[in-house]
């Protein structure tokens, strides 16, 4: 069974930035692609970006595109999301996911393991 564990959320004034961790344990998610999630009070889980565990490759939903970036060590078996230049609307609680196998998706329900959540908090 695989474990995602989510690290480094925080409250950051706009225009801060933070880097969240996502540390895997439990099996090998090398055939997988890494995600972010977020989720703000009473709204929808969205996708935030995407990285082939494999071979790299990166996707970003446009609401973050040159602001966030999504990167892995494979040695530490963790996945990073820095978000840099943070805005208020970047509010929410953000979640690492991994989906078996190597096509790319931004559905959530095409994601199979989950981490707990961290809390990014963005001041105005």
């Known amino acids: 069974q695989g474990q995602l564990v989510e690290s480094g959320g925080g409250l950051v004034q706009a225009g801060g930035s933070l880097r969240l961790s996502c540390a895997q344990s439990?099996?090998?998610?090398?055939?997988?692609?890494m995600g972010w999630f977020r989720q703000a009070p009473g709204k929808e889980r969205v996708f935030v970006a995407s990285?082939?565990?494999?071979?790299?490759?990166?996707y970003y939903a446009d609401s973050v595109k040159g602001r966030f970036t999504i990167s892995r060590d494979n040695a530490k078996s963790t996945v990073y999301l820095q978000m840099n230049s943070l805005k208020p609307e970047d509010t929410a609680v953000y979640y690492c996911?991994?989906?078996?196998?190597?096509?790319?998706?931004?559905?959530?329900?095409?994601?199979?393991?989950w981490g707990q959540g961290t809390q990014v908090t963005v001041s105005s």
């Open positions: 439990g099996r090998a998610f090398s055939n997988s692609v």
């Open positions: 990285i082939r565990w494999s071979g790299g490759g990166t």
């Open positions: 996911a991994a989906r078996v196998g190597t096509f790319w998706s931004v559905r959530k329900d095409d994601y199979n393991y």
